[in-house]
């Protein structure tokens, strides 16, 4: 027995050696490649020497003799920090995600390739300036420049995860920077997804009317009515079950409730305590570990810049120089347009046209996937735009049979001159000049934001497509592409495109709200982003005479939610403080006891309260249950309250109080019936979930930030280093925007907000602030893989100062680049 033991703990012993000697070698292989941020490094095609100096919090400050040189550094900087994102950022363009992922990410690829998108970029390289090519060609040296130096220094591959996933990195070009912009275009796009569903609810309601109420029109100006969808493409009798989009978590499609926000509001020096221009911005898009933003500052010829950038492209997307400030929000424009289009039943490889069947144009594509025989897809053309497969966005179940469906879009253009816009913006020097370069600028369609030393203005950017008067559905619906009133008609002027300068109340801003109220075909879009934040943030901007770069914070950080405010009363009129005392322990009086804590409610979605989560428990389960009859299956995609919908209902315009009854029922159900009904299941859900103690409940327990790993962030064991997740205040409509999940077990976990925070004070630019939600590196082993979650959690900035002795005074690293002899 003795000798066993003795074996045994021999066994044991040389198991613990063997997993100690594992663990040090996988710490040691990816800490290879952790960034050295203090060295001298000679690289080839340099002109002159380059310093890039890191601050405390990593940011890079860049200076060279010549922009080229400058936008070198930065592909460097870029490749140091971020490799691992920016190639994944390249394949999911470029549709080849399968080559490292397998079968897992196919239909990705495949609806990439149908997109097109990396064809586009790459044709569109020859549409860009003399200036912005040689600073694409320079940043992308920059980029291979740290790639060749990852080879010949074997620093672990770049990335740990190179060593989980054999993904073969290929040398940087101008065409991967111009597809990162258009991959931004898909992500942010929301009006195919918006005219499918609309097709298939006009389909499913019984009632036409009631499309007006589930699918609101923004406030402010009527739509002349439409026909119904069936109408207008005959042949549709049914729709289908929803069919799921792709849903690993690099795939770049996102439903339309995640299509993009964001907010951005400047004051003149009128409106100013310090007389200078004020202007803040915070983009919003899903939340992912790094976040997609990266801090940098670029000293050009024509002076400092610095902001927010994404890694893979030359450019600061939302920033300042010392002339002028600028931020984006998305412009929610149509810029999409789905044709059902007639197949020649004779041939199928054409397809009708206003001049007769004309043949697709075609191309086969092959994709390549790991362990798999490669697959060939046929990829196919119209006049109107690339043919879709029916699975996406549910596109068979409102194509009759015959016919296919093609989509048009800016994004696919193949002269898309949008990189040498944003390039000439950083140049710019005044508001007015800023929206004069912009007008090159395609897509994806944004509210451009600016203020220089002395004036504010605000301009949609992106090209407007040119819709006849005719058209059938004015765009809101899929319609025939064979008849020429449906077709796109070139691109409205850029004079067409909202805009607003100097105005005279001091004060400009977007929450993504309806800006203009103009007929169609001029009228920009039928669908907003937003009616709710606007309405906050007007209240907030119009409390004070003055604004202060600390009024501004407040605003971006402020969590009241006007929903609740509005909603709450409406929903709860029969319900408050009626009825006789219930005994402990009774649903009657768990109903009660959360009456109470919300009618002391002001409304703000703070993490540590109780009364945010039963509000958002409350109003989701209204809703299921007031949609979930007429709806059937549709309902399922309807994750998000439609505040606009519910008040209808309560309010019964135009009849809709019809919703609140349950057809198949024989009672007439109120509103009022199914608020009570829906209180009650509210609380069954947070007492199964977080237990029957309402008091001690935490909104911040439910509505936590989830900066996942796109790739390792559902890995056993891994996740719990690589995912960051945190307690987090505000929630779908507070302009602290934490947009819910809405399904699964987690319903809402805070998926999609604010991951880049920035401040401008040009009375003061120095105490100018920006934040992002996790950190500069995407090494986690790295100190900066979250050094700045914490800090945006609690609302809180770093400085975005250009004063380079500040940046070398906190210095915690300065790489030099000398040209190669």
């Avoid at 008609?489 to 400009?508: C, D, K, T, V």
């Avoid at 249950?625 to 209808?648: K, W």
């Avoid at 829906?678 to 909104?699: K, N, Q, V, Y």
Wanted: hydrophobic content about 40%; aromatic content about 8%; charged content about 20%.
């Amino acid at each position: 027995m003795a000798v066993v033991f003795k074996w045994l703990m021999r066994l044991a012993a040389t198991c613990v050696v063997l997993v100690v000697l594992g663990v040090c070698m996988v710490y040691y292989l990816a800490s290879r490649s952790l960034p050295d941020y203090d060295k001298t490094l000679e690289v080839p095609y340099l002109t002159a020497e380059v310093e890039i100096v890191r601050d405390n919090a990593n940011v890079p400050h860049i200076f060279g003799q010549s922009d080229q040189d400058v936008f070198y550094a930065l592909g460097y900087a870029h490749a140091q920090d971020r490799l691992w994102q920016m190639t994944m950022l390249r394949r999911t363009a470029q549709g080849r995600l399968s080559e490292v992922f397998g079968t897992a990410t196919v239909e990705i690829d495949t609806l990439m390739r149908r997109l097109d998108l990396y064809t586009r970029a790459v044709a569109s390289v020859d549409a860009q300036d003399a200036r912005t090519m040689q600073m694409l060609r320079a940043y992308a040296t920059g980029v291979n420049a740290r790639l060749d130096e990852i080879n010949t220094s074997a620093l672990g591959r770049g990335a740990p995860e190179m060593f989980l996933f054999n993904a073969p990195v290929s040398a940087w070009r101008p065409a991967d920077s111009l597809a990162i912009i258009k991959l931004m275009g898909l992500q942010l796009a929301a009006h195919l997804d918006e005219e499918v569903l609309r097709a298939r609810m006009s389909l499913a309601l019984s009632d036409p009317k009631r499309l007006a109420d589930i699918l609101p029109d923004a406030p402010g100006g009527g739509v002349a009515a439409l026909p119904e969808y069936a109408q207008i493409v005959p042949g549709v009798t049914r729709f289908a079950e929803n069919t799921m989009l792709p849903q690993h978590p690099l795939s770049p499609f996102k439903r339309r409730i995640f299509a993009g926000a964001s907010n951005a509001w400047a004051a003149a020096p009128s409106r100013s305590a310090s007389g200078g221009t004020l202007l803040a911005n915070d983009p919003h898009l899903e939340f992912t570990a790094p976040a997609i933003w990266y801090l940098a500052r670029l000293e050009l010829e024509s002076g400092g810049v610095i902001g927010a950038t994404i890694p893979g492209m030359p450019l600061v997307l939302s920033g300042r120089s010392e002339a002028l400030g600028w931020g984006i929000t998305s412009a929610y424009m149509d810029d999409q347009d789905v044709h059902i289009e007639q197949l020649n039943p004779d041939n199928p490889e054409e397809y009708r046209t206003p001049d007769g069947f004309k043949r697709f144009e075609t191309r086969g594509s092959i994709i390549t996937i790991k362990d798999e025989a490669p697959i060939t897809i046929t990829l196919r053309w119209t006049d109107n735009g690339p043919v879709l497969p029916g699975t996406h966005y549910n596109l068979g179940s409102i194509t009759p049979p015959g016919h296919v469906a093609s989509l048009g879009w800016t994004v696919l253009s193949r002269n898309d001159t949008s990189m040498s816009a944003a390039m000439q913006l950083m140049q710019a020097i005044s508001v007015r000049e800023a929206i004069r370069v912009a007008e090159g600028f395609l897509a994806p369609a944004m509210n451009l934001m600016l203020v220089d030393r002395s004036e504010i203005g605000m301009k949609m950017i992106g090209a407007m497509p040119r819709r006849d008067a005719g058209h059938q559905s004015q765009g809101r619906l899929p319609s025939p592409g064979w008849i020429a009133a449906n077709r796109w008609q070139g691109r409205l002027p850029y004079a067409s495109n909202p805009e607003f300068i100097a105005p005279n109340g001091g004060i400009i801003g977007n929450t993504n709200n309806k800006v203009v109220d103009r007929p169609f075909p001029n009228h920009v879009s039928f669908d907003w982003g937003d009616t709710q934040r606007i309405q906050r943030w007007q209240r907030l901007m119009q409390a004070r005479e003055v604004h202060t770069r600390d009024s501004f914070i407040e605003a971006q950080l402020d969590t009241v939610s006007f929903t609740a405010r509005a909603l709450l009363p409406l929903i709860g009129a029969e319900l408050w403080f009626t009825g006789e005392a219930a005994p402990e322990g009774t649903p009657l009086r768990q109903r009660q006891r959360a009456l109470t804590l919300l009618a002391g409610w002001s409304g703000e979605m703070n993490e540590h309260m109780p009364e945010p989560l039963i509000y958002a428990a409350w109003l989701q389960r209204l809703q299921q249950r007031m949609i979930q009859d007429e709806l059937g299956p549709l309902a399922a995609e309807m994750t998000h309250v439609e505040p606009l919908f519910i008040e209808r209902a309560f309010r019964d315009i135009d009849g809709a109080s019809v919703w609140c009854d349950v057809i198949q029922s024989a009672p007439v159900e109120t509103c009022a019936d199914m608020a009570r009904l829906a209180l009650d299941d509210a609380l069954i859900m947070i007492e199964e979930t977080w237990g029957p103690a309402l008091e001690t409940l935490r909104w911040g327990d439910a509505h936590q930030a989830t900066h996942d790993h796109a790739v390792l962030g559902e890995a056993p064991l891994l996740r719990y280093f690589v995912n960051i997740r945190q307690s987090t205040n505000g929630g779908d409509n507070t302009l602290q925007r934490g947009l819910t999940k809405g399904t699964g077990p987690d319903p809402f976990h805070n998926t999609h907000g604010a991951a880049y925070r920035g401040v401008y004070d040009f009375a003061d630019p120095d105490s100018s602030v920006f934040i992002t939600s996790t950190g500069q590196s995407g090494h986690l082993l790295s100190r900066h893989y979250d050094d700045l979650a914490q800090l945006w959690r609690r609302g809180e900035y770093i400085p975005m100062s250009l004063d380079e002795g500040l940046a070398r005074a906190a210095s915690v690293g300065v790489t030099v680049l000398r040209p190669r002899r």
